[in-house]
């Protein structure tokens, strides 16, 4: 069977891929060995954010007293939390079935090979099929890394997929990794009551974060039972008897911890195994596929986005790198995508949010800057709300009145940052922001407070 693309994997970079090449009237296939919505919509963003809103609500009434309410005997039922976990991640892999439907995108169950000459063959319950397009997308996705001396067992040692589905809750958990996958992890379990070590070979947890966010964060989860190690590695993994010894390599020497359960939650590793790739000749560098501004490697007709090529595994890039992607293809001449102007974000409670350059890199680039920080301690609606705990720090420009980067933690701003995104993306300066009036009261005025402090003008500090 021919078709004009022929998308492999059918994740957030790889649907999205697929619906807009079938609005810009192609024929598309998407080759999926397991679930539409791949691991982002099954096994990652969204199941994840069910536990994490059910740990919350448990959060809520453990402190309802705060509020004037009364709640007694509220208490965990782990088997439910996971249940509605999973539900909602069905519903969403069900509502990518009905998107292919509409679009007209034929799914082909199997796993796809390339075989050269612009063909895929297909492997479904040991029959083999070929299928032809003049353009193949491999969107692939990653799978949770290996650390050395940690060997997954799926059953003590675990990946983030086991972590979401555990039979019972531990009593006693070790993380390996503060990225925002352990540490959502780490507050899910430390907030349903079990007892979380997060151990991090970085100076600091949330690494990747501006300094004062990770500090800030470190502080909150201590303050919540939290034991944190950072400079820290953890060598072996020993699970012969009940639970597990875990040898951690710190400044002070080594030490054993033990644990129910051991999380394995220190990056990822890209899936570019069993694709044909070396056969047909795509070249990758350092575990990515080399691709150009619109993602075509160096084959004729063969393309990859997403977690495979080089850039942040996040599921919003790979959904924007399908676009660019199939966009170039038809001919439209989109713009090439802006890595530094990506927001990140940890749901954690607060949440973390995050775009562009933090304070230190800002530096390092040599810009001449104005930061300007606003503590939601400082927000009527923060503290109406009964979560005054963050910020909202923002960096500009001191010439140009560039903004150069935005960082908060707090209630929601894994919503509020698309402010930023937006108003960087247009070239906004500071006094425009000052002067775009924000409504009162909400937690967004943080933003434009953050802004004015930058330029001397702000009113509530």
């Not at 009237?25 to 919505?37: I, T």
């Not at 063959?121 to 001396?149: F, M, N």
């Not at 953890?234 to 875990?246: A, I, L, N």
Request: glycine content about 10%.
């Amino acid at each position: 069977m021919k078709f004009d693309i022929i998308v492999i994997g059918s994740g957030p970079g790889g649907y999205v891929a697929a619906i807009r090449a079938s609005q810009l009237g192609k024929k598309v296939a998407v080759v999926e060995k397991a679930e539409l919505g791949g691991i982002c919509l099954n096994w990652g963003c969204i199941p994840t954010k069910a536990l994490l809103k059910s740990a919350q609500v448990f959060e809520y009434l453990k402190h309802s007293a705060d509020y004037g309410i009364n709640v007694k005997d509220a208490s965990v039922d782990f088997e439910a939390i996971v249940k509605r976990s999973r539900g909602v991640a069905g519903n969403m892999s069900k509502g990518i079935e009905f998107l292919m439907k509409k679009n007209k995108i034929t799914v082909i169950k199997g796993a796809a090979l390339l075989a050269g000459n612009k063909k895929v063959e297909v492997t479904s319950e040991g029959k083999k099929e070929i299928y032809e397009a003049d353009h193949i997308i491999l969107a692939t996705g990653a799978r949770s890394r290996d650390l050395p001396g940690v060997a997954k067992d799926g059953v003590k040692v675990i990946g983030y997929r086991e972590a979401m589905v555990l039979p019972k809750q531990p009593k006693t958990l070790i993380v390996i990794g503060s990225g925002a996958i352990g540490m959502e992890f780490a507050y899910f379990y430390n907030t349903l009551g079990t007892k979380v070590t997060v151990i991090e070979f970085m100076p600091r947890i949330l690494p990747v974060e501006d300094e004062e966010v990770s500090k800030l964060m470190e502080k909150i989860y201590k303050k919540n039972g939290v034991e944190i190690m950072t400079n820290s590695a953890v060598e072996s993994v020993d699970t012969k008897g009940e639970g597990c010894k875990v040898s951690v390599k710190t400044p002070t020497g080594n030490v054993v911890l033990e644990a129910d359960i051991v999380l394995s939650a220190a990056g990822i590793v890209s899936n570019l195994e069993n694709l044909g790739l070396e056969a047909v000749g795509v070249k990758t560098e350092k575990g990515k596929v080399l691709v150009d501004d619109n993602y075509k490697t160096n084959i004729e007709g063969v393309y990859a986005i997403g977690d495979i090529v080089h850039g942040p595994a996040l599921a919003h890039v790979a959904s924007a790198e399908g676009i660019i992607c199939v966009e170039a293809i038809a001919g439209l001449h989109p713009h090439a995508l802006n890595y530094n102007n990506i927001p990140g974000c940890t749901y954690t409670h607060p949440e973390v949010a995050s775009v562009g350059y933090t304070e230190a890199q800002a530096k390092e680039k040599g810009y001449e800057i104005k930061v300007g920080t606003f503590p939601f301690s400082a927000s009527g609606k923060a503290s109406a709300s009964g979560h005054k705990d963050g910020f909202v720090k923002v960096i500009f420009d001191a010439k140009y009145g560039e903004w150069l980067g935005c960082h908060m933690v707090g209630e929601g701003v894994t919503d509020m940052i698309a402010e930023a995104v937006v108003a960087r993306n247009l070239e906004t300066t500071g006094h425009e922001i000052i002067k775009s009036v924000h409504p009162h009261p909400t937690m967004s005025e943080a933003i434009m407070e953050a802004v004015a402090k930058a330029y001397d003008e702000c009113i509530h500090l």
